[in-house]
Structures are given as C-alpha cells and as structure tokens.
C-alpha cells in the first residue's frame, strides 16, 4: 500500500518537458520560453522520505496561461450569477438598462443613489431606507433601478417590483400566501416602485400592511418610490392607510424628485423626430 502511496506521489510528481526546455546548471528543468524553473528541489528531508529530489513547479508563462483562464472563468461565472440575479430581480426586463452607466445626468438627487451603493453594507447594518417622492417622470423609479443594478452587478439579491404585481401573485397563490411575503423579505434590498397606486381594497390594503410590516420585522432596507406627496403620506385618509404609511415613513428617509418630466421630454424628442422624417 505505501508503495502504491509512493508511486502515485512520484507520477504526479513528474514535470512533461518540451522540446526546446533545458536543464540549467543547478540541474533543474528550464522553459525554453520564459527562461523560468519548471522544476524545484524538495527540502532534504522529504527528498530522503520519497527517494525523489524535484518536484514540478509553475513556470511564469505556465503561472500567466493558469491565471488568465481561471480570471475567465469567474467572469463567465460572475456574469451568469448577475444575469439569474437580474432575471430574478426584476419584474421588468427593462429595468436592467436603468443603470448609472446610461445615467443622462439631469436627475439632481442621482449622487445620492451612488452613496448608497457605495455605503451598502452600512444601508443594510441599519437598515437604512428611502422613500422616493415626487411629481411623475422625475426620475424616481431610474434611481431606484440605478441602485438594484449596481448592487446586483457585486452579487447582492435584490428584488424591484410593484404592488399590482404582488397582489397578482398573491391572488393567484392564496394558499402561499405568507411563503411568498416571507420570499420577498429574504431578499437584502427590497424595492417597492410606484407605491399608492395600487388598487384600495379592503383586501388590497390589507396585504399592502402584511408586506410592509413583514418587511419591517425582518430589519432589513426598503426603497419606495411613489407619486404621493410627503404631506400625503403623512396626513393619510383612513386608519387602514394610515398603518401602512407610518411604517414607510418609519422606515425611509424621504427624497424629493423636483425638476422636468423626463418622460415628457422623451415623447416630445420623439414626436419632433418624427416630424422631421415626415417633412
């Protein structure tokens, strides 16, 4: 058994040499190549035990030709872990392009989003929050998807989506109903966009507290964009509006999106590009 020990030890042990490789005067074994050892000697005592002095070592061009597959191979890997993320995180499949790369610059407040990002492991320490609110088309939703994109792009699982889409699946999946709010609070960062414009039913409004509240009991970071004033949120209509808003407002730091509608803009860009085309 030591023998067969012995011998794999010494297969393994044994450097393939090419053509043009060269002993060197210390009588290691040379690449013709890079002019670096291929070979080093084992220290005395564990030559004497295996009755083997060398062992194979890297070369430079041999250590250079490793590195940049195993760099390539983690790319591959990091990119299919963002893209599953991603694919996972969104409910909208636009939502990867809203990234700080394809940031136009006209949103005011979009250094805010970067500090986030750049201050995340702090955000999800304390469970610091942001409430996003503003007129329609300032960029709200685009800073949110700025900060999921970003975080996604180091590996953190974030989920954007809205209350339509939750009560949907909710409605659809009754009897999991509590499997999948506890589903959305494992995520690290949960985004919640265009928040108060889903549907205000008892039954609505209901599941719009359990999320909310679930979430505030898992003690970890919410961003919520939303079309409703800071005064709206804060002076709510009912009781049943009132509990939701005050954990938002609990939990996030308030933002205001001032400046032009983006969203005008475009359609405007567009119609006067079409215009041109149809003189």
Not at 28 to 46: G, Q
Not at 187 to 211: H, W
Request: proline letters at 3%; hydrophobic letters at 35%; one cysteine or more.
């Amino acid at each position: 058994m030591t023998e067969l020990f012995t011998d794999t030890v010494l297969n393994m042990m044994t450097t393939t040499a090419e053509p043009e490789d060269y002993t060197g005067e210390d009588g290691l074994l040379y690449c013709s190549k890079c002019r670096t050892a291929k070979e080093a000697y084992f220290p005395k005592e564990t030559a004497a035990w295996l009755g083997h002095d060398k062992h194979p070592t890297e070369c430079d061009c041999q250590r250079e030709k490793r590195l940049e597959c195993e760099s390539a191979e983690e790319r591959r890997r990091h990119l299919n872990t963002v893209m599953e993320l991603k694919r996972r995180g969104f409910t909208d499949l636009t939502m990867q392009e809203w990234t700080f790369a394809h940031d136009n610059g006209k949103c005011p407040q979009m250094s805010k989003a970067h500090l986030y990002v750049e201050h995340w492991e702090q955000m999800r320490e304390n469970n610091y929050g942001l409430l996003l609110w503003g007129k329609v088309g300032t960029g709200k939703s685009y800073f949110a998807g700025c900060i999921a994109n970003a975080l996604m792009e180091q590996e953190i699982s974030v989920r954007m989506t809205n209350f339509s889409a939750i009560l949907n699946d909710l409605t659809a999946s009754f009897e999991g109903r509590n499997e999948y709010i506890e589903h959305l609070c494992r995520f690290p960062l949960l985004i919640l966009d265009d928040f108060g414009m889903e549907r205000g039913t008892e039954y609505g409004l209901e599941q719009v507290y359990n999320v909310i509240d679930s979430r505030y009991r898992s003690r970890k970071p919410l961003i919520v964009t939303t079309n409703l004033s800071l005064t709206e949120l804060q002076n709510p209509q009912d009781t049943a509006h009132a509990r939701i808003y005050d954990r938002v407002l609990e939990m996030c730091l308030p933002i205001l999106f001032t400046g032009k509608n983006f969203r005008k803009e475009t359609a405007q860009a567009k119609l006067n590009g079409l215009k041109e085309l149809l003189k």
